[in-house]
């Protein structure tokens, strides 16, 4: 993961657009635990546009991962941080919707518990 927060972000952008056009479940199947570590350390050190970047990005992981124990894989690790992100008071806006909204996706497609 890149130090630079410019870096990061249009990393992010670049995950997003790939995830938002094309199909890659097959190709991130294999690369889920990175991306999911990489969205991680973007959701706690990362501020405002990251966050909510990363947010984005998570939400299409997950909709690419679908209701497989991978998409729930992916969504019991990070769910702890979107909570964390999105009652944080002090977090940017953009970041606390974006994670509401990756919550809310994320759960609707991948919660394995109905809880």
Do not use: N, W
Not at 22 to 34: A, D, I, N, V, Y
Not at 87 to 114: F, H, N, V, W
Request: proline share 3%.
């Amino acid at each position: 993961v890149s130090r630079s927060a410019k870096a990061r972000q249009a990393a992010l952008q670049s995950l997003r657009l790939a995830l938002s056009s094309k199909s890659l479940s097959e190709f991130l199947l294999e690369r889920r635990l990175t991306l999911t570590d990489s969205l991680e350390k973007c959701l706690k050190k990362g501020k405002g546009e990251e966050q909510a970047l990363a947010g984005t990005v998570l939400t299409l992981l997950c909709l690419q991962m679908g209701s497989g124990p991978e998409g729930e894989e992916v969504f019991r690790s990070l769910k702890p941080l979107l909570v964390s992100v999105l009652t944080d008071s002090t977090a940017s806006p953009s970041a606390r919707q974006s994670c509401a909204t990756a919550l809310g996706m994320c759960c609707y497609i991948a919660a394995a518990d109905l809880e």
